[in-house]
Each structure stands twice: as structure tokens, then as C-alpha cells.
């Protein structure tokens, strides 16, 4: 039974998606893994009981594994949001406390009760991979090409969800197809590779090489030049390369192209001909390097870069095209540990690699080792998910399984009596109630989606009705009750006229809400900004919320002092107030932050002007014209008035 749980899990994990939830991809990938954690930490607790003695094999990682999990607990520790430190950012899912405990959890159960079972495991990772690409390979002809806003036809994705996550996925598994010296190798191989090419992944691209080389390298060392497997090494290298020839404009995917998944949007989408990723990059490390500069031992907490990031944010982000979008990755794993978990987190994570790396060469398992430095190199541009990280603690485990000779030995089993039987029947009540947590994690979040969709299509009553579902089932969850608030301010604003009575109970419900969110998560900046639009709302119906609004402003802008949309926002609202000279200040002062900002000029313009200050409201417009937006109409006929 615990064999057939793994082989479900590496089955599933990678496939599943579902239409309904906030997000498709990762949190249900995320509640696989908990739920085949539950069952087979259930099934092993139970074959202790039936045997009467500890199963757990001590293995070579025992370590750096245990390392790392301590790293992460310190930095949940020490964390500026426990919360998302233990349950992760949500929307990624992947990466909290919780999820680290199963992968280890899944480490310990393999090596202990899957030693025996190596070739069927490796068999259903190939064929499920070939599943996925074959899926991928589809959508490049078109086959959903309708239900994605994305352009999956030009950068598939298949069931992992975005480009870069689907190659990191194969690369990984593409040298365990290298070491089947049979046809079915052949054709994994190409199927894989086929599937990188059309995601168009640089990162994906580059692990591949990587793991090409290192794979070939170590073969060569150990056959030398006369056992050297040529036939196979040809092959595979010819068909790569007249794999590459005949879909060679998928190898050149433009620079400047905006990346997509690079950044959780906050704002409509820049056009094509933004900032190069590269670009980008270095921006978002210099700032992962400044966080952990802050936090220098433990980090700002497990997973908590969304947070910490924009309290020391470079001020040349403001120039880049997605300059107003939401990073909660440093987009390089390596930097994200250390901005997130410290020196001891990132040492303990480099350690568990070099661990890795040398007991892999000196047991002879080139594939595992690899596969294992594509992905690390595909990290290191990027960032891992639930299935790139399933196989990130799972291949020492297999490593281990391969190489290692002690054995359990044999099991011995005992006649259930009372005591046993009560113990067997305790533990499969708290799987099942794990399991109903589980399935009331996805109830919510479901809810949630619902919820938050009917409100956007205006469906008010509704969608409060589901956001508060949600909220009872997962009182703990900031994020349902935070967009709970939103729905019941925009209720309080439309009852204003018809019932000022139900007005009042939604503002006041709303305002609760929102006090409970910043309680629960006070360096979320996303829920400031949601907070200013409540009070925003709210003060439509009742100005007295404005001085809250201006409250609510000046602790965002001390999380995010270079957040230009702050400051430029704060100032249209004083403005709005009537206090111009405030919102004068507050305008150059974006301007000063993003000098590019066009609405920020148009605005100070406009505030010159109905000062009476007709010739700096020109530098203004003409700033506009000649290096920002040179059709703008508006800006001309204003300038011609002047």
C-alpha cells in the first residue's frame, strides 16, 4: 500500500489541475502532496504498530537534511510573518515550513519501504513525464490554445502551469531516459527534449546542457575512451541537433520580450518590448541581497520575500516595465534562501547539493547527478515548484536506495491484541482527519475563487456570501477575509442610497475585517494597498474614513519607500482634499522615484495649472511629448491652451 502511494504520487503531483480554484496549478499539486503524506505516514505508522518496533532507516543525508530542515524552522522562528513562513505565500503554496516537513517525510518513508521497488518507480516518472510532454507537444499545435490568456502556443506549459517550471520538470528526468540503453530511452529522450524546445525556457535550455555535459563527462570517466557507449552518445547527439535545426526559432526567444510568471501582476500587463528579463533579474537580486543584508542569519522568514522585498527594493526598479507588479520570488532559488532563510539557510541548502554531488560520484549514479545539477541550475534562474521539488528531496532518497546494502530485515509480525488494535484504529481516525482538513483547505479555496469572481463580475450579495463561506471555514486564512473586506465596503457603498441602515452595518463590517488582516499579516503590502481601496470606498459613503486613508498610506510607504504608485496616489488624494501643497510635494516626489511615470507628470500639470503656474505645467506636458508619449492628444491640446 505504501508503494501504490508513491506510485500515485509521482502520477498525480505533476497532472493535476483543476478549473476552480484562485489558483490551477500549484496549490492542488501542493494538497496532493499532503494528502499522500497523510496516507502513508499513516500506513508506516501502522506496520510499526503490526511489527512492534521503530522503521526508519538512517541514511548518508540524514545531515544536511536535518540541517535544512532546522534552517527552516529558525527562519520560521524569526520569521515577520509565521503564518506564510509554516503554510507558505499563498498563490505559490510550495516552499512554506509545512511543505518541507512532507518532502522529508516522503524522503524517510522511500528509503525505509521503496528499496525493493526502484524500477517501477523510475518507470512511472518516465511514463507520466512522457504524459506531460506529449500534452505540451499538443498544446504547441494548438489544442488549448483558447483557454489560456497566456500564449501557450508559442511557450507551452502543459499541466505544470508556466514554461520555465515544465522544463526544470523534464530536465530533471531526461538523464534518467539517457541511462535506458533500449529504443523506449531513445524515445523518452526526444519526447522530452522536443518539449523543452517548445517552452522556450533559457533557463530550462541552459540546465539541459548542463545536465547533457555532466551526464557524458562522468560516463566517459568511468568507461574511458575504448568502453565509451558511442553508439548511444551519437545518437542522442545527433537528434538533439537536427532536433534544435528543424525547430531552431523556438531557441531564440526575444530578450526583450517581458517574461512571463517572472512577477504576480498587480497592474494590466506591459506590452511586448519590455524590459529584458535579464534586466529585471539583476534588480530583484540586488534587492534579495539588501533583505538578507537585514536579516543576515535566519532570514526575513520562510517565504516572506513578497513582504520583505519592498522595504528594500531598489530605487531602479521603478525604470523597468514591470516596475508595479508584485515579486514574491527573488526569481533565483539560491538568492531567495538567503534572502528569505539567511547564511544558515542558504549554507544548509548548498550543503545538501555538495552532499548530494559527492555521494552520487563516488556510488556511480551519473543520471541522479545529472538531473539533480540541471535542476539546481534552472533554480538558480528561477525558482522551484511542487513537482521540481518533490524530485529535489526525493532523488537522494532514490540515491540512497540504489547504493545503500543494509536492509531492514525481516519483518516479523504479532497477533493484534486490544491495545494494538486501538493504537492501528487511532492512527487511520487522524489520517482520515487530516484528509478532511485537507479537503476543507480546498473547500475554501474554492469558495474563495468563486467568491472573489462574482464580486469582479459585480454580483455582489453573491460573491459576499461565498468570501464568507470561505472565511468560516479558514478563519485564519488573511488572504479570504482581506477580499471579505473589499466585497463588504463595495456593498456598504452600494446600499448607501437605497438603505443607509445597511450601509452602515457593511462599513463597519468591513472595517473589522480589514483591522483583523492587518493584525493577522502587518507587513503584507498587498493588504495595504487593498485596505487604502476599502477606506477609498468607505469614504465615498462617509469622508470621516479619509483621515484613516491617509494612516493607512503612510504605513505603506514606510514598507515600500520606492513604491512611485504610493506616493503618486497619496497625492491625488490630498489633492482630492484640497490640500495641494501636500499633494504638490508628494507628486515631485514620485517624479523624483520614477521619472518615466507618465500619469505622475499629467497630474502635476494639471495641479500647476489650477494653481496658476501655467510654466511649470508646461516643462511638464513637454517632458511628456518629447520623451514619454509623444501622441498623446490630451497633452498636446493642453499644452496649445498654455
Keep these: 500500500m505504501i508503494a501504490a502511494a508513491f506510485y500515485v504520487l509521482f502520477i498525480v503531483v505533476p497532472l493535476i489541475l483543476t478549473p476552480w480554484n484562485y489558483e490551477l496549478f500549484e496549490f492542488n499539486k501542493m494538497l496532493a502532496v499532503y494528502g499522500l503524506t497523510v496516507i502513508i505516514a499513516a500506513l508506516w505508522v501502522i506496520e510499526m504498530i503490526r511489527q512492534k518496533k521503530w522503521l526508519c532507516r538512517r541514511t548518508p543525508f540524514d545531515i544536511p537534511l536535518m540541517l535544512f530542515l532546522a534552517s527552516q524552522i529558525l527562519a520560521t522562528v524569526f520569521s515577520i510573518d509565521r503564518h506564510t513562513s509554516i503554510w507558505g505565500y499563498y498563490s505559490r503554496f510550495h516552499g512554506g515550513l509545512m511543505s518541507t516537513v512532507s518532502y522529508l517525510v516522503l524522503y524517510y518513508a522511500f528509503v525505509t519501504f521503496m528499496r525493493h521497488k526502484l524500477k517501477p518507480v523510475l518507470a512511472v516518472m518516465l511514463s507520466t513525464a512522457t504524459i506531460v510532454s506529449l500534452y505540451g507537444i499538443a498544446e504547441r499545435l494548438g489544442i488549448d490554445k483558447s483557454l489560456w490568456v497566456q500564449d501557450v502556443q508559442n511557450r507551452v ?168 507588479f508584485l515579486y514574491n520570488k527573488a526569481h533565483n532559488e539560491f538568492l531567495n534562501f538567503l534572502a528569505t532563510t539567511g547564511a544558515f539557510g542558504l549554507g544548509s541548502y548548498l550543503l545538501l547539493i555538495l552532499w548530494f554531488s559527492v555521494y552520487t560520484l563516488k556510488t556511480n549514479q551519473p543520471a541522479l547527478l545529472a538531473g539533480y545539477l540541471g535542476m539546481a541550475v534552472s533554480n538558480f534562474f528561477g525558482f522551484s515548484v511542487v513537482p521540481v521539488a518533490l524530485l529535489f528531496f526525493l532523488y537522494p532518497a532514490i540515491a540512497e536506495a540504489k547504493a545503500g546494502k543494509s536492509a531492514l530485515g525481516q519483518a516479523k509480525y504479532f497477533p493484534l491484541n486490544n491495545f494494538r488494535a486501538v493504537l492501528i484504529s487511532l492512527t487511520a481516525l487522524l489520517a482520515l482527519f487530516g484528509w478532511l482538513l485537507i479537503g476543507r483547505m480546498w473547500r475554501a479555496d474554492y469558495l474563495f475563487n468563486l467568491g472573489r469572481n462574482q464580486v469582479k463580475a459585480r454580483l455582489l450579495q453573491e460573491g459576499w456570501q461565498n468570501l464568507s463561506r470561505a472565511v468560516q471555514l479558514a478563519p485564519t486564512e488573511p488572504v479570504f477575509r482581506n477580499d471579505l473586506a473589499e466585497a463588504e465596503a463595495q456593498l456598504a457603498y452600494a446600499y448607501s442610497s437605497p438603505s443607509a441602515q445597511l450601509s452602515k452595518q457593511f462599513s463597519d463590517q468591513a472595517l473589522r475585517d480589514a483591522d483583523l488582516v492587518m493584525q493577522a499579516n502587518p507587513v503584507n503590502l498587498n493588504f495595504y494597498r487593498s485596505r487604502i481601496k476599502i477606506l477609498l470606498t468607505l469614504a465615498a459613503v462617509n469622508p470621516d474614513y479619509y483621515s484613516l486613508t491617509l494612516e493607512a498610506f503612510d504605513r505603506a510607504i514606510a514598507l515600500a519607500p520606492t513604491d512611485a504608485k504610493l506616493t503618486y496616489n497619496l497625492g491625488l488624494v490630498y489633492n482630492q482634499l484640497g490640500q495641494t501643497g501636500l499633494a504638490e510635494q508628494l507628486l515631485v516626489k514620485t517624479i523624483e522615484l520614477k521619472p518615466n511615470y507618465e500619469a505622475a507628470r499629467n497630474s502635476l500639470g494639471s495641479l500647476y495649472e489650477q494653481t496658476q503656474r501655467p510654466e511649470l505645467a508646461r516643462e511638464q506636458y513637454q517632458y511628456i511629448l518629447e520623451f514619454l508619449n509623444p501622441g498623446n492628444t490630451v497633452v498636446k491640446n493642453r499644452l496649445e491652451l498654455l
Design 157 to 324: 506549459f502543459s499541466t505544470l502551469g508556466q514554461p520555465n517550471w515544465l522544463a526544470a520538470y523534464l530536465l530533471a528526468l531526461t538523464p534518467l531516459a539517457w541511462q535506458k540503453k533500449s529504443l523506449l530511452g531513445y524515445v523518452y529522450s526526444l519526447i522530452f527534449f522536443v518539449t523543452i524546445l517548445f517552452t522556450r525556457s533559457r533557463s530550462g535550455l541552459f540546465g539541459f546542457a548542463v545536465a547533457f555535459t555532466v551526464y557524458w563527462a562522468l560516463i566517459l570517466l568511468k568507461n574511458k575512451l575504448a568502453n565509451f557507449p558511442w553508439k548511444q552518445f551519437l545518437i542522442l547527439s545527433c537528434a538533439s541537433a537536427l532536433t534544435v535545426l528543424i525547430f531552431s526559432r523556438d531557441l531564440l526567444p526575444t530578450l526583450a520580450q517581458p517574461t512571463t510568471g517572472l512577477a504576480e501582476e498587480t497592474a494590466p500587463a506591459v506590452s511586448v518590448g519590455g524590459s529584458a528579463s535579464s534586466d529585471i533579474r539583476k534588480v530583484v537580486w540586488e534587492g534579495a541581497v539588501n533583505i538578507w543584508k537585514h536579516y543576515p542569519m535566519f532570514g526575513s522568514g520562510v517565504e516572506t520575500f513578497a513582504y520583505a522585498y519592498y522595504n528594500f527594493r531598489p530605487i531602479e526598479h521603478n525604470l523597468l516595465s514591470e516596475w508595479d
